[in-house]
């Protein structure tokens, strides 16, 4: 009992997940086809106010699954192991461009990119991952044994097109229910072609599910039949609501709805697969760990979920309503607003430096080495190999980071965004 204990916790974080993250990946990818830098600023100033926890899921999915379904963290990790670590790397990107860019006075072109490439990059990883476990991995005895690109079939291309279909419309519901203006327009005109795109999307991976999974899906048990039937009907209602409800008030409708429609074809495919978790036969019960193990495993992580569920919803409750962009003056008018308003211009004062760069250079230096050496002995400890890194990678990345770094922080000294209180003001 308790190993499916541990399946259904799995399977709430990685639906709240993709209810949560999903949807400000979908605003960063929307954001690379938008023309206007002061709608792309918009966005991600509307996703740096809960990105950060919503990915919080993730990690309580990948705990969840490392002590209770070893044998699903094994197989899975060891043959989709390429895709994420492109994820990892992209999100990471992702918060610090948005991070930066909300921190930056005006629109950074560059920090965009890199914010709306990392979200299509994580977006397009994460259908990889799914589309190739519903794929079935090589596997014996809860451990991996195929190649390294196992996990490129096309059932997986075509999971990471229709996840990207997903996120897309999840981020224009949102978009919709927190944005004015002429954002609110866009969004609202985009809902429908999503809507169209997503249904396609279902339909082609739907049918193409029994060719794809190695495992016979047994439609011919009652429950199981009546069970995804009644989770597919909910998924076309909610999707003809989000159908009628963009473009219309009230503004959260559609994103209720897409929500509800994520909800149900998670229920949908568990109904489909469940008790197999990696076809063709590596069940919930053959990947559990042992009895103590879930006991503590469930003790830990129902004592974190209602956490982080409890600053969810503590984000949500504080940003809630219609997003403002903050005005770029302060009504308080200081000095240089006095020149301006006589048409003179004020005198710019360099910003005071940061201490002698030989120090900021050593200070990087040394927490780049820390970094490095981190990963070093993480990846000769827990890899089991007792090998370190290939010097000549670690020599490149590490002088990359260093020279990108400290060339960032000449060119925002420069910019005068270390001056907190020339920021203030």
């Not at 799995?10 to 949560?20: E, I, S």
């Not at 999971?159 to 897309?168: P, Q, S």
């Not at 327009?185 to 060719?211: D, E, H, N």
């Not at 050496?373 to 190999?385: E, H, P, W, Y």
Request: charge should be neutral.
């Amino acid at each position: 009992m308790l190993d499916f204990t541990s399946y259904a916790l799995v399977l709430l974080a990685l639906g709240a997940y993709v209810l949560l993250d999903g949807y400000d990946l979908g605003i960063g990818v929307l954001s690379l086809f938008d023309r206007s830098d002061q709608r792309r600023k918009e966005y991600t100033e509307l996703i740096a106010t809960a990105w950060d926890a919503n990915e919080s899921w993730l990690i309580l999915a990948g705990v969840v699954l490392w002590a209770g379904l070893p044998g699903v963290y094994a197989t899975v990790l060891s043959g989709v192991y390429l895709p994420l670590i492109v994820m990892l790397l992209a999100i990471v990107l992702r918060g610090t461009a948005i991070e930066l860019q909300s921190a930056a006075p005006g629109y950074r072109r560059g920090w965009g990119l890199v914010f709306g490439i990392s979200s299509l990059v994580a977006t397009v990883c994460q259908g990889l991952v799914a589309g190739a476990v519903l794929s079935g991995l090589p596997h014996r005895g809860g451990v991996f044994s195929g190649g390294t690109w196992d996990w490129l079939t096309p059932y997986s291309v075509l999971c990471a097109l229709g996840l990207v279909a997903l996120y897309l419309l999840a981020g224009a519901a949102w978009l919709q229910d927190k944005t004015t203006g002429t954002a609110h327009q866009r969004a609202g005109r985009l809902g429908r072609p999503l809507i169209l795109a997503v249904a396609v999307a279902g339909l082609v991976l739907g049918f193409g599910l029994p060719s794809a999974d190695p495992q016979h899906l047994r439609f011919d048990q009652p429950l199981r039949a009546t069970l995804f039937g009644l989770a597919v009907a909910v998924a076309v209602v909610c999707a003809a609501i989000a159908w009628y409800g963009f473009g219309r008030r009230p503004d959260w409708r559609p994103f209720a709805a897409v929500a509800g429609t994520e909800a149900a074809g998670l229920l949908a495919l568990v109904a489909a697969t469940a008790p197999v978790v990696v076809p063709p036969d590596l069940t919930v019960h053959a990947a559990a760990s042992s009895h103590g193990s879930q006991l503590f495993l469930l003790i830990g992580v129902g004592g974190c979920m209602p956490v982080v569920l409890a600053y969810n919803l503590y984000a949500w409750w504080v940003f809630r309503g219609k997003f403002a962009q903050p005005p770029a003056y302060p009504d308080a008018a200081g000095p240089s607003d006095t020149a301006a308003a006589a048409g003179q211009s004020a005198p710019v004062t360099p910003p005071a430096s940061d201490g002698p760069w030989a120090v900021l250079v050593a200070r990087r230096v040394l927490l780049t080495l820390l970094a490095v050496a981190m990963a070093a002995v993480s990846q000769d400890i827990f890899g089991g190999v007792r090998v370190w890194i290939d010097r000549v990678g670690v020599a490149l990345f590490a002088v990359t980071a260093l020279a990108v770094w400290i060339r960032s922080d000449r060119r925002s000294s420069a910019a005068g965004e270390f001056d907190l209180q020339a920021a203030e003001q």
